[in-house]
């Protein structure tokens, strides 16, 4: 018997947090350093917090301000999310792909307490095999270290794809041999995606719903 599994990235594919979290780095930077354009913020969600700060200022901003940034971040996005919300579909995707026998599992560089509320919200806890967070791996997307750690933990699997909204994803999944299903909801351009190698590119995850997209479907 064939058995497929279904990662997925969770903020900006599975949850509307992509700008709450760009809002909350920029309020982080407004309280220690120069604050960057929102363009470049936005830019780099989906890569972990590790190489986020490095990304959108320097490597001398990192050295001097780089925790106490990410700290600055976290306190920020307590704050935001309670107005954060499932993207259509999101569930129900999750839930139809476990009734039909794919194992499902969560690879997100986010916070882990984030990732546990996000699983929480969307109420799929019963139907994931797995959460694998950025404390669970030494580098952050698009390093290809969640992907692996995750379908490490799987175990033995015949194939699988990420369900990914940034060229993040994209690029993860490729570095780690499995192919990224893309979505538009984090805000990244169809074009760019598609350059980058995704598979196929949607708006939302219930776009995904009733179509023959995943890896050993019959």
């Known amino acids: 018997m064939t058995t497929s599994a279904v990662l997925f990235d969770i903020d900006g594919t599975l949850v509307d947090s992509t700008y709450h979290h760009a809002v909350a780095w920029l309020r982080a930077f407004a309280r220690l350093t120069d604050v960057p354009p929102m363009w470049r913020v936005h830019r ?3 890569m972990g917090g590790d190489r986020l700060v490095a990304e959108v200022a320097d490597d001398e901003t990192e050295e001097r301000y780089g925790d106490d940034l990410r700290d600055a971040w976290r306190e920020e996005y307590l704050e935001l999310r309670a107005e954060v919300r499932p993207l ?3 569930s129900e995707l999750v839930r139809l792909l476990a009734r039909e026998g794919h194992v499902v599992a969560l690879a997100s560089s986010g916070d882990p307490q984030f990732a ?11 139907d994931i095999a797995e959460l694998v967070t950025s404390q669970d791996v030494d580098a952050s997307k698009p390093a290809p270290d969640l992907v692996q750690e995750t ?10 794809v990420l369900v990914g909204d940034t060229v993040y994803d994209v690029r ?4 780690a041999g499995i192919g990224c299903v893309a ?3 984090g805000g990244f351009g169809r074009a760019e995606l598609l350059e980058s190698g995704a598979l196929r590119v949607e708006e939302v995850p219930g776009d995904l719903l009733g179509l023959d ?6």
């Open 44 to 46: 780099s969600i989906g």
């Open 88 to 90: 259509p579909g999101a």
């Open 116 to 126: 546990r509320e996000a699983v929480d919200l969307l109420g799929i806890g019963s």
């Open 151 to 160: 379908l490490d933990r799987l175990g033995d699997v015949d194939n699988a």
């Open 172 to 175: 993860s999944a490729e570095a």
């Open 183 to 185: 979505l538009r909801s």
């Open 213 to 218: 997209w995943v890896p050993g479907r019959s």
